[in-house]
Nanobody
Framework: QVQLVESGGGSVQAGGSLRLSCAATGRTFSTYAMAWFRQAPGKEREFVAAISWSGGRTYYADSVKGRFTISRDNAKKMVYLQMNSLKPEDTAVYYC?????????????????WGQGTQVTVSS
């Protein structure tokens, strides 16, 4: 099992940057694929980015490609999401998630472990 705690959310103006962090507990963290999802009010939870257990593969939603970067530090049991050139449509609660599925899923249902979420608000 793994427990996840996100931090780093906040309010920023359009064009600004934020770095989200996800701290994990559990002895097998390095075997999990990790992902970030987000959910805006009245909308379904959507995939943002994912990274393989080794960090060698990354995947991004088209809406954030070129602006967001996912990374991980297995020694520290941390996952990060660097968000640059933020837009008002990036406003959402951002969630960290973990999965043991090797194929790195992009659907929420394939991730059994979730953090509590951190709010990101981007003003125009």
């Amino acid at each position: 099992q793994v427990q996840l705690v996100e931090s780093g959310g906040g309010s920023v103006q359009a064009g600004g940057s934020l770095r989200l962090s996800c701290a994990a507990t559990g002895r097998t963290f390095s075997t999990y694929a990790m992902a970030w999802f987000r959910q805006a009010p009245g909308k379904e939870r959507e995939f943002v980015a994912a990274i393989s257990w080794s960090g060698g593969r990354t995947y991004y939603a088209d809406s954030v490609k070129g602006r967001f970067t996912i990374s991980r530090d297995n020694a520290k049991k941390m996952v990060y999401l660097q968000m640059n050139s933020l837009k008002p449509e990036d406003t959402a609660v951002y969630y960290c998630a973990a999965s043991t599925i090797v194929a790195i899923p992009t659907t929420p249902g394939r991730y059994p472990y979730w953090g509590q979420g951190t709010q990101v608000t981007v003003s125009s």
